[in-house]
C-alpha cells in the first residue's frame, strides 16, 4: 500500500488529504472537512485533469491574440500537447466569448473557447 498526501482544491479550507492507494485504486482518503476533498482525492490519483488556459493568435482583430480555455478538464499527461496546439491555431475577428475556435484540441476531444471578445480592427 502506498500513500500520497495532498492539498484539497475542492474548496477555500485547502485541507490536508492522506489517500492510501493499493493498486491504483484509493482505498481510503482522511484529513478532508467535506466531500468535496474525498471527491477530488479520488480524481486527483487515478485520473487527474486540469483546465488548459493560454492565447490564441488572430487576424484582423483589435488585439492581436485573444484568451482561452480547454471547455472542459483534459488528461494532465496532456497539457503540454494542448498547449502547444494553441500556438498553432489561428481566428479571424471578430471573435466573442464562447465561441470554439478549435474542436479536439491535441486529440483530447476537447474544444477550444474563447474567454473575451476581439473586434474587428477599425481603419
Same mark, same amino acid.
Given at each position: 500500500? +502506498?500513500?500520497?498526501?495532498?492539498?484539497?482544491?475542492? !474548496?477555500? /479550507? =485547502?485541507?490536508?488529504?492522506?489517500?492510501?492507494?493499493?493498486?491504483?485504486?484509493?482505498? @481510503?482518503?482522511?484529513?478532508? +472537512? !467535506?466531500?468535496? =476533498?474525498?471527491?477530488?482525492?479520488?480524481?486527483?490519483?487515478?485520473?487527474?485533469?486540469? +483546465?488548459?488556459?493560454?492565447?490564441?493568435?488572430?487576424?484582423?482583430?483589435?488585439?492581436?491574440?485573444? @484568451?482561452?480555455? +480547454? %471547455?472542459? $478538464?483534459?488528461?494532465?499527461?496532456?497539457?503540454? $500537447?494542448?498547449? &502547444? &496546439? /494553441? %500556438?498553432?491555431?489561428? &481566428?479571424?475577428?471578430?471573435? @466573442?466569448? =464562447?465561441?470554439?475556435? &478549435? $474542436?479536439?484540441?491535441?486529440?483530447? =476531444?476537447? @474544444?477550444?473557447?474563447?474567454?473575451?471578445?476581439? %473586434?474587428?480592427?477599425? %481603419?
Amino acid at each position: 500500500m +502506498t500513500t500520497r498526501t495532498l492539498t484539497c482544491i475542492g !474548496c477555500p /479550507l =485547502g485541507c490536508t488529504l492522506n489517500v492510501a492507494l493499493e493498486e491504483g485504486r484509493v482505498v @481510503s482518503v482522511s484529513g478532508n +472537512t !467535506c466531500k468535496k =476533498g474525498d471527491d477530488y482525492a479520488h480524481k486527483e490519483c487515478v485520473a487527474p485533469a486540469r +483546465t488548459v488556459t493560454g492565447t490564441v493568435r488572430i487576424s484582423g482583430g483589435s488585439l492581436p491574440v485573444c @484568451s482561452v480555455k +480547454t %471547455a472542459q $478538464e483534459v488528461p494532465k499527461d496532456k497539457i503540454f $500537447e494542448v498547449a &502547444a &496546439a /494553441l %500556438a498553432e491555431i489561428r &481566428a479571424s475577428a471578430p471573435v @466573442s466569448i =464562447g465561441d470554439v475556435l &478549435a $474542436e479536439n484540441v491535441a486529440g483530447t =476531444g476537447v @474544444s477550444v473557447v474563447a474567454t473575451r471578445h476581439v %473586434a474587428e480592427k477599425t %481603419a
